[in-house]
């Protein structure tokens, strides 16, 4: 099979003594697929991928990265859905312990960065009390891409000397339970990630701890996908700009947002104007 060639150049490799023999051990790779965009992967990503046997992915995975792993190998989507199963977290982690316990090369794929709001370190620790070796490939978080395609930067001079990562999202649809002084601090970048449902109260939390209405304000849908949307605002404006957006977002508050360019996915057009592939869904 093509893939054992680059599979034997994994490091710190563990043989299994097994009834039937020697069997090699099995690994769980914990790879970022970045924010949508192929060429957003990174080159360490693109070559664990074509290692797997099992790829177990996240709905914010498109197929176009997928088609990335071996045709042979079997792919599983644990994404939420409402019609039917969704597999809790106890149930992927079990799945991926399995697996590699089988032998089997296991490629945990995740949107964005494994280790930013991506359950990654439960998945980690699974592996650790199996004694599974478990290794994590980072990837281009949301926050990254929105802002680049925005041309606003996260940090700026005498803009923005901090960002934080936010969720907006606490259990049962609560806000959630964040130092709000702190985030309220003038230049200092909070992006929120989850946070369409709960923007209305997260800005009124911003502002009754004194950051100001008129503090600019970014809304980023499917970043770095060809369907891009980009919403600027201002804190005082977020949730009413929220309420029209349903895809996977990101909501960016901060000084240096007043740089942001609103519009759509215009870096990928004109990529296509200039004839380079794409190939991004239309
Ligand atoms: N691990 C991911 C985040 C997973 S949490 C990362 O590092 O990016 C899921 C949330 O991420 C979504 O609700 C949304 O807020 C954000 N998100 C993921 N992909 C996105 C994209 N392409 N554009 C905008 N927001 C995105």
Redesign the pocket.
Known sequence: MPHRASKAKTANRLVLLGGEGVREAGSVWLV?AG??DPELLTLKAFRVLATADVVVHDG?VSDEILDLAPASARRISVAKRKSRHSYAQGEINRMLVAFALEGLTVVRL?????F???RGGEELEACREAGVACYVVP?V???L??AADAGAPLTHRGAAQAVTFV???AAAGAEPDLDWTSLAKANHTVV?????STAPGIAQRLMDAGRAGATPALI??????AD?RRVVTDLAGLAAAAAGIS????LIVGEAMALARAGTAEIVQSLEARGLERGVGS
């Not at 995740?110 to 494994?114: L, S, V």
């Not at 980023?220 to 996908?225: D, F, I, L, P």
């Open positions: 970022g924010p949508g914010l995740k949107g964005g960065d494994p930013i709001f991506g990837g978080t949301a926050a891409a929105a969720t907006g999202h929120i990630y989850m946070g369409l980023v849908e499917n970043a770095s996908r891009e895809g996977p977002a990101l």
